[in-house]
């Protein structure tokens, strides 16, 4: 990935799901928090969302998760609008 800027995705991040996983009951968009991360043989990330207020876990590739903006991030983007 030559010329490309990768963030890095870390423990405790915000994260956004970039698929839906139905039988897990999440859709596209819903926001998780990374819990570990593994990156050797393939990257993959334990991610826990929040569906109906219990705590699940899931395992999933670097494709299937996308940085989430922080709260303060998100903020200023409103405010600069």
């Known amino acids: 990935m030559e010329g490309q ?3 890095q995705i870390l423990s405790n991040s ?6 839906e996983l139905a039988d897990l ?3 596209q968009g819903e926001i998780g928090v990374v819990r570990s991360s593994w990156h050797y ?3 993959a ?9 219990k705590p ?7 494709h299937e998760i996308i940085p ?5 991030e998100g903020t200023l983007r409103c ?3």
Do not use: H, I, N
């Open 45 to 53: 990330y334990e991610v826990e969302f929040r569906p109906a207020g």
């Open 79 to 81: 405010s600069e609008s």
């Open 41 to 43: 043989p393939t990257v």
């Open 14 to 19: 915000r994260v956004r799901l970039a698929r």
């Open 68 to 72: 989430a903006p922080t709260k303060s």
């Open 56 to 62: 699940l876990r899931v395992l999933l590739l670097d």
């Open 5 to 7: 800027a990768m963030q």
């Open 25 to 27: 009951q999440l859709r």
